[in-house]
């Protein structure tokens, strides 16, 4: 069964840093490009980054652009999200998403994690 | 940035009702369009792909349509499990960008 669980959420002081993380199972996670989104307490979804499955292409919003960073493991079927400089803007859950692509270049994001919970606050 | 706009932001409809939500991209994303059903405290789920293809699983209830600009998601019969909030999601361009969001209330 295809599968997502993230870590590593949690309260973090305004310009300090937190590394999520995302276990993949039931898949060839080598084969996917995989994504970050998040939400903001009520608010709606915001793409974040997503990188290829060999890592070599990455792609980030102009929001966490020279503050976060994406990466993966290939051998430990896990996605990673290093958040530094962290801002008060920055609270949402997090979500990370396969990306499906059903027909090239047409893309999807088919499977979603639970999220995990980050919030910046003094 | 390729803005989407949602109409309705909500709606409050009754169970057997038909529905329809529509999205707007700020330039023609061809069919590149993708709707998500999200539950309270739950993550997003892929319902619509492609504009119009179902995904495996999705009840034949549920139906989109449209092409370049302007999109539409129906439900032709409202079940007590659809009350939920829909987004609509461009992946012509990066960064990929979802609509705002159209929470269906019980009337």
């Known amino acids: 069964q295809v599968h997502l669980v993230e870590s590593g959420g949690g309260l973090v002081k305004p310009g300090g840093s937190l590394r999520l993380s995302c276990a993949a199972s039931?898949?060839?996670?080598?084969?996917?490009?995989m994504s970050w989104i998040r939400q903001a307490p009520g608010k709606g979804l915001e793409w974040v980054s997503y990188?290829?499955?060999?890592?070599?292409?990455?792609y980030y919003a102009d929001s966490v652009k020279g503050r976060f960073t994406i990466s993966r493991d290939n051998a430990k079927n896990s996605l990673h999200l290093q958040m530094n400089s962290l801002r008060v803007e920055d609270t949402a859950v997090y979500y990370c998403?396969?990306?499906?692509?059903?027909?090239?270049?047409?893309?999807?994001?088919?499977?979603w994690g639970q999220g995990t919970m980050v919030t910046v606050s003094s | 940035d390729i803005q989407m706009t949602q109409s309705p932001s909500s709606l409050s409809a009754s169970v057997g009702d038909r529905v329809t939500i529509t999205c707007r991209a700020s330039?023609?994303?061809?069919?590149?369009l993708n709707w998500y059903q999200q539950k309270p405290g739950k993550a997003p789920k892929l319902l619509i792909y492609?504009?119009?293809t179902l995904q495996s699983g999705v009840p034949s209830r549920f139906s989109g349509s449209g092409s370049g600009i302007d999109f539409t998601l129906s439900i032709s019969s409202l079940q007590p499990e659809d009350f939920a909030t829909y987004y609509c999601?461009?992946?012509?361009?990066?960064?990929?960008?979802f609509g705002g969001g159209t929470k269906v209330e019980i009337k």
């Open positions: 998403a396969r990306v499906w692509e059903y027909s090239s270049p047409y893309d999807a994001f088919d499977i």
């Open positions: 039931g898949f060839i996670f080598s084969d996917y490009y």
């Open positions: 990188l290829s499955g060999s890592g070599s292409k990455i």
């Open positions: 330039q023609t994303i061809n069919s590149y």
């Open positions: 492609g504009a119009s």
């Open positions: 999601q461009q992946s012509y361009r990066t960064p990929r960008t």
